[in-house]
Nanobody, 125 residues
Framework: QLQLVESGGGLVQPGGSLRLSCAAS????????IGWFRQAPGKDYEGVSY????????NYADSVKGRFTISRDNAKNTVYLQMNSLKPEDTAVYYC??????????????????WGQGTQVTVSS
């Protein structure tokens, strides 16, 4: 059974850091594009970052560029999202998702086939 499990969310003060993890079971993350999405209350999914299968090319939304870093550890079959200099507007439920469309990773949530359950990130003083 293919499964993604996120962890690492929590409450942090503005300017703080968190590292989210996305652990896969039942398949190898290296063969899938992995995207991180977030959803704030009353809003649609927003693409935050993605990493391509194989070569591991990365991309970031403008809102997080320079503050967030996505990485993949193939030995642990886990993708990470390091989030620094967090802002209140980063507050959301964060999801990782896996897809293998042959045109590559995208910002469109509906092009990803497998999703984790989400982890809450709250940035507040």
């Amino acid at each position: 059974q293919l499964q993604l499990v996120e962890s690492g969310g929590g409450l942090v003060q503005p300017g703080g850091s968190l590292r989210l993890s996305c652990a896969a079971s039942g398949f190898s993350l290296d063969y899938y594009h992995i995207g991180w999405f977030r959803q704030a209350p009353g809003k649609d999914y927003e693409g935050v970052s993605y990493i391509s299968s194989g070569a591991g090319n990365t991309n970031y939304a403008d809102s997080v560029k320079g503050r967030f870093t996505i990485s993949r550890d193939n030995a642990k079959n886990t993708v990470y999202l390091q989030m620094n200099s967090l802002k209140p507007e980063d507050t959301a439920v964060y999801y990782c998702a896996a897809g293998n469309k042959n045109w590559g990773p995208t910002w469109y949530w509906y092009e990803y086939d497998y999703w984790g359950q989400g982890t809450q990130v709250t940035v507040s003083s």
